[in-house]
Nanobody, 114 residues
């Protein structure tokens, strides 16, 4: 079965960096587009970044030029490098794939605060 396991979240000061990872299993990772979403308290879950199976990225305007999505198809891993973090980036970050249905990881908390 599809499994997505995120890691790498934590507490960071404004202007800092974090790298999130997502370990994928249970499907042929290399042929599917993958996404990162985030959900702040009391808000809807929003798309942060997507990457095609060939590695072409796309970003939400709020994170463009600060975040970088990447993947390693040899390791079935998805990454999100987050730089110049702001308090408004505070959220639970989720790894996601849509096949016949939506699959989500358990999420990893990112808190940006001084």
């Amino acid at each position: 079965q599809v499994q997505l396991v995120e890691s790498g979240g934590g507490l960071v000061q404004p202007g800092g960096s974090l790298r999130l990872s997502c370990a994928a299993s249970g499907f042929t990772f290399s042929i599917w587009a993958m996404d990162w979403y985030r959900q702040a308290p009391g808000k809807q879950r929003d798309l942060v970044a997507s990457i095609t199976s060939k590695g072409v990225p796309n970003y939400a305007d709020a994170v463009k030029d600060r975040f970088t999505i990447s993947r390693d198809n040899t390791k079935n891993m998805l990454y999100l490098q987050m730089n110049s973090l702001r308090p408004e980036d505070t959220a639970v970050y989720y790894c996601h794939i849509k096949r016949s249905q939506h699959y989500w990881g358990q999420g990893t908390q990112v808190t940006v605060s001084s």
